[in-house]
């Protein structure tokens, strides 16, 4: 079975869009009060090492769904690089801790 995963975050759109943390074009969201709670997509990964890399980042295991839900501070891999670029990964840990301290939920959530 392949595993997929992916970072959600929940929050109140003003603060997605100004960390550009947003699924869609700012255009899409055109009507939206900056007060409306959205879902968005922060980070996919497509494989299993992907997604256990994904987890580990976080500092959650993969199938234990007691812990899921992200907590400042996260529980950081050292070599957060090794899945997805150096680059990428600090953005990605840039937005989750700045979503956390804004007071976002924010979930890893396996697929397999």
């Not at 839900?69 to 670029?85: A, E, T, V, W």
């Given at each position: 079975m392949s595993l997929q995963s992916e970072i959600l975050a929940i929050g109140k759109f003003s603060i997605l869009d100004n960390l550009d943390c947003l699924d869609y074009s700012r255009l899409t969201y055109e009507e939206i009060d900056e007060n409306t709670i959205i879902i968005s997509t922060i980070a996919q990964a497509h494989t299993n090492d992907e997604s256990r890399e994904l987890a580990k980042m976080c500092g959650v295991d993969v199938w234990?769904?007691?812990?899921?839900?992200?907590?400042?501070?996260?529980?950081?891999?050292?070599?957060?690089?090794?899945?997805?670029?150096?680059?990428?990964?600090?953005?990605?840990?840039?937005?989750?801790?700045d979503l956390l301290k804004k007071e976002c939920t924010v979930f890893y959530m396996p697929n397999g």
């Open positions: 234990d769904f007691a812990n899921h839900k992200l907590k400042f501070p996260l529980g950081l891999c050292q070599d957060r690089s090794r899945m997805i670029g150096e680059d990428t990964a600090g953005t990605i840990m840039d937005n989750l801790i």
